[in-house]
Each structure stands twice: as C-alpha cells, then as structure tokens.
C-alpha cells in the first residue's frame, strides 16, 4: 500500500503519467478528474437544414458559434430536398421534421451533430404538414402549427429514441408558425398567420415540455408577421423581423422576452435590412439569424449578444443564398 506524503494538501491536482489522467487529492487517496463538454465536439454548433433558393434543396449547413467564420457542408436530408421544416436539437441529435417537398410531408430526420454526414430516418409526424414550427429541451422536441394543411396541432417526440410523433396538445390559434425556442421547462412559438383569410397573427403561445396540454397566451409581438425567427438562450428568447402587412414589408426589428415570465416583447435592436423567412439558432451567448429574403434571397448570417441589447453584427455567410430552412443548436436555452 503507497504511503500518502503528509504534505499533500486536500485539493490538490497531478498529472498520473501512467494513466495519462489529470487527479485530485481528496485527503485521503488520488482521485481522477472526470472531464466532458456538453457541447460536443469542442464546442456549440449550429445547423442550417433545407430550404429554398428558390429551388428546394436537401442540404444541411453547420457554423462553430464560437468564432466569426462561413458555414461547411455537413451533409444532406437523406429523404428529398425540402423547404417549409421544422428543426430542433438536443446535445447529441439534431432534428429535421415536416415541410414540404411536392407537398407537405410527414418525414422526421436526424443527425448526430458531433460527426457529419447525411441525415437518417427518424419517424414520422401525425400529420403530413408544411411551415412549422420546432422547440426542444435535451428530451423532448415539440413540432408545432401549419400552413398546408391549417394546423393548431403540436406533436413531440423523444429525441434520443427513434419513432413516430405523438399528440402533444393545440396552439390557442391555428395558423402557420415558421419559429420557435424554448428554456429546459417551456417552449415558445410566436407570430405566424392563417392563409385564409391571409390574417397575421401577433400571438405568442406557450407549453411546458415535460407535460403534455394545449398551449396557453404568452403576450403579444409589437407587429403581426410570418416568416419570422427565433431562438434562446435558459432565460431570453429572440425574436427576428419577418414579413409584415402589408404583403412584402419586411421587418429589421430584434425584440426579446423573457421566458420565465409572460408579457409582449421587449424592443432589442435591428438588422441591417428588413427580413423574411431566415432560420436562427443560439448558442448561450449569442443569438445566430441565417438566410431569408431582403428581398432578394441572402446566405448572411448576422448575431447578437443575449444578455445585451443592441443593433446586429456581420458573423459569416451559409453555403448558399436559401430561405424557408429548419434550423437548430446544441448549445440553445431548452439544454
């Protein structure tokens, strides 16, 4: 038995050269130090999945969060090239579901965001829909609303198993939501509109993920518009622009609310230009708006800080100029 010199302080840190370990001194023996990075891979990514440019494509981008830079390809949408999905994420598994191909489809795909490659089979939604809307904690992910077929439906699956989607409950409005984020508690859809007969909508809707229920009123946006965006961090969620009534205005604004609590939005800053049908993802810092129609379509992507305030910064540029795209992190508030 090896004899612990007395002069070894309690917390004390080595390096075992023959377990090649980092350990620690507990006062009584070595103990080695367990490591691991949430984030995966050394660090938070974020994805850009499907869309149009203005031809559907099946192509899934990612960007690191962590430093200024353009998006790599990271693979394909393995059942066709689609536009008008969902996306969401846990730390592991990011998800593709819904949208629309010839028509609107049931199809959930995945991918494990550590590697790349092309997206599997997942299962399938209740319902074949188009324009929808995700959010996920680490287990559950929510697909919410439509646009063809008119939905209020929200779906959910469990990220880590495979499988068809099971009826979670109703958004207070049926109508097309094209966003959504989420704490590790609640999952936010906001804005949207109904195509018949063409009203936007200003709502914001909530739901507790670990339930099951109908959602309940959240507050209200400052504008009502559809093609908008959103994302998180555990306690902000952002709200970017979109297209505003009249048909084709498109929206600079940023606003925020907090996820906690209940109430309309908060004003945040600007974009450079007006927006509509961009997809966002976040880091715990920073929130990421990519793509969409200004009008002509644009691949830029543009952050903000979430704890501040203020107008957005250039970041980089996807693959391609593309709207209409699921998108998702595994680094956002749901985790």
Known sequence: MSIIPQEVPTGAIRYNTDS?????????????VAVSSPDLNGGPRGFWAGGATPTK?????YLALTSNGNALDFGELTESATDGNAGFASRVRGISAGGSTSSAVNIIEYVTISSVGNAINFGDLTLARSFVAGASNDTRGLVAGAWSPQSNVIDYITIASTGDAKDFGDLTVVRQVTCGMASPVRAVFPGGSQPSPGTYQDVIDYVTIPTTGNAADFGNLNLGGYGNAACSNSIRGIHFCGDLAPAGAKSSAIDYITIATTGNVTG???LPAGRSYPAAVASSIRAFVGGGFTPGITNAVDYVTIATTGDSSDFG???SNRAYMASFSNAHGGL
């Open 268 to 270: 945040f800053g600007e």
């Open 57 to 61: 494509v099946d192509d899934i981008d």
């Open 20 to 32: 090649n370990k980092m350990e620690c001194f507990n006062g009584t023996k070595w103990m080695q």
């Open 317 to 319: 540029d996807l693959t």
